[in-house]
């Protein structure tokens, strides 16, 4: 019986790994996962029962300099779960100094006064000598309540650093139902695995400027999932390039994005995609709000 709680935001600059330790956190894949920046469009609550205690987790958009609406929709996502939650772990890779962007963040965790713990990932790719020096190098910048490093692809570490979250638990009702592993609608998972293909198919700038919307979502009599997708990008030459050669590339996100969608859904998926042009949408308030982006 949960009897205790702790909410927990994700920090951290883009690619270092955020959404992959949800993922492994919760053993589903409840956030999106690519080598590209700013993956992570929006707040995702994450829900990880462990004996009487029900963590909630807020991964966040990677911390990165906006150069669009969206980019600030993004970042400010950001800054405001650094504040009222009972901590926030800053994923980091194991370089040996303090960027940016880490420093930015560690300045909004400073005003926010909330305790931190900082979570060294990929420490299967580096040696342990250049791992200390980056603990030393962390640990005098700011006093974390705990030093995590962990390999959220191959799950080292993940007990101590739930033992960690732990600390920051009070007592409380569950906030969500225990079958509940996030607070993100069906659609909008179906939306995001199709942008995932996106992402992982195309190259540059294209998958960047891609808003992926269901707009249908019926099942038959028969168990089977009729669902219609609408790809929408900023300009004429890229949904072109979204297409392919003779429908060749959409047919392949398509094929993708189904067997994903039809491992979450537990059944049978018809997916039909369409691609549609909406000129620089991640600048127009409007546009970002019908897509979901709204504060």
């Known amino acids: 019986m949960i009897k205790k709680t702790a909410m927990i935001t ?31 469009r929006n707040r995702i609550f994450a829900v990880v029962n ?45 370089l040996d100094s303090v960027g940016t962007q880490e420093e930015l963040l560690i300045g909004q965790i400073e005003s926010a006064g909330v305790p931190a713990v900082l979570v060294i990932n990929k420490i299967d790719t580096v040696k342990k000598e250049e791992l200390l020096r980056i603990i030393a190098r962390y640990a005098a910048r700011f006093a974390f309540s705990a030093i995590v490093p962990i390999s959220a692809k191959l799950g080292q570490g993940i007990g101590e650093l739930l033992g960690e979250f732990e600390k920051f638990a009070v007592e409380g009702p569950q906030l969500f139902p ?9 659609k909008q998972i179906i939306a995001e695995i199709v942008r995932e293909k996106l992402l992982l198919g195309l190259d540059r700038e294209v998958p960047h400027g891609t808003a992926v919307e269901v707009t249908k979502f019926s099942e ?61 949408w991640r600048d127009n308030q409007t546009a970002m709000r019908n897509f979901g982006y709204t504060d």
């Open 10 to 40: 994700i920090a951290g600059r883009p690619n270092v790994g955020k959404s992959t330790l949800v993922n492994t956190l919760t053993g589903e894949k409840v956030a999106i996962v690519t080598n590209k920046p700013q993956t992570t």
């Open 50 to 94: 462990r004996e009487e205690t029900q963590f909630v987790l807020l991964d966040t958009p990677g911390f990165h300099k906006a150069r669009t609406r969206l980019g600030d929709y993004m970042v400010n996502i950001v800054k405001e779960s650094v504040a009222d939650v009972d901590a926030v772990a800053l994923i980091v890779e194991p």
């Open 178 to 186: 225990e079958d509940m592993v996030t607070d993100q609608p069906e």
């Open 220 to 280: 038959r009599d028969d168990g089977i999932i009729d669902l219609d997708v609408t790809i929408y990008c900023e300009k004429q030459s890229h949904k072109g390039m979204i297409i392919g050669k003779n429908g060749e590339m959409l047919k392949r996100i398509g094929q993708q994005a189904r067997v994903d969608i039809e491992k979450f859904m537990g059944g049978k998926v018809f997916l039909q995609t369409w691609v549609k042009v909406k000129e620089n």
